[in-house]
């Protein structure tokens, strides 16, 4: 390899207790800089070309497989693309605090290069939600993975999620779903296809015979998307070790 990608990552994720460690991941290895008081983690990745495209999955992946073991935010901050180098391009990219995961549990012990590309999607959306501040973008990936997994088709959805939605909250200790009936609501499938998946994606939605906009200004409408989340992300975590 002739290049390399560089990517600080907004994580206060520490892979061990040195300054930095070796992954053997996917054909390349893998450098992850541990960060500090004056550096962001980073991860650095050979690449073939000047483009650093073939790089740049590979890291995605490997982050993906990172948070799908530990469930952490693991975000870009910036990608640059240079010929290789031991010293870092970025510098001084500060994170304050940090939490410590051990390096030989930090990806999963399964072979990652058996996953299909359909389980690098669904880790992606998984790796998305989990790192995203918005509760609508979130919500989206993790319902995302409720779609690849019943492929795409909604109605086949909203079955599944009407067939797992109350033994999944009873077993992540979620009162979701006892207040969804308590409400007086019958469908959870339809309820978070309509107010939410359609709502988040779309200028406006129909539920219950009305016509509505999701605003995100809305206090009420911010409030029961945080409370949907907890839900969503619980039915894709259930679902997400059926792909295969």
């Known amino acids: 390899f002739s290049w390399q990608v560089e990517i600080p990552v907004i994580s206060n994720v520490l892979l061990g207790d040195e300054q930095e460690v070796y992954f053997d991941f996917m054909d390349r290895k893998v450098r992850w800089i541990n960060g500090n008081a004056f550096l962001q983690p980073l991860i650095v990745v050979p690449a073939s070309s000047s483009d650093g495209n073939d790089g740049i999955e590979v890291a995605r992946k490997f982050l993906s497989v990172l948070n799908m073991t530990h469930e952490i935010k693991l975000s870009e901050r910036l990608i640059s693309v240079r010929q290789i180098r031991y010293l870092p391009f970025f510098k001084d990219l500060r994170m304050p605090v940090f939490q410590m995961i051990n390096p030989d549990y930090a990806l999963p ?129 259930h679902i997400l070790p059926t792909i295969s």
């Not at 959805?157 to 992540?172: L, P």
């Not at 959870?188 to 406006?204: C, F, M, N, Q």
């Not at 219950?208 to 992300?233: C, M, V």
Request: charged share 25%.
């Open 109 to 237: 012990f399964d072979d990652v290069s058996a996953y299909s590309q359909k389980k690098w999607f669904a880790l992606a959306f998984l790796r998305e939600a989990t790192s995203s501040n918005s509760v609508y973008y979130a919500f989206l990936n993790y319902y995302k993975i409720i779609e690849l997994a019943r492929n795409g088709d909604s109605t086949r959805v909203k079955s599944w999620i009407n067939s797992n939605v109350e033994q999944v909250c009873t077993d992540v200790g979620i009162s979701w779903y006892s207040d969804f009936i308590a409400s007086g609501e019958t469908d959870p499938g339809l309820y978070l296809h309509k107010t939410e998946r359609v709502a988040i994606a779309h200028s406006d939605y129909r539920f219950n015979g009305s016509r509505n906009t999701h605003n995100p200004d809305s206090p009420e409408d911010y409030n029961r998307t945080r409370n949907d989340l907890a839900a969503i992300r619980a039915l894709a975590k």
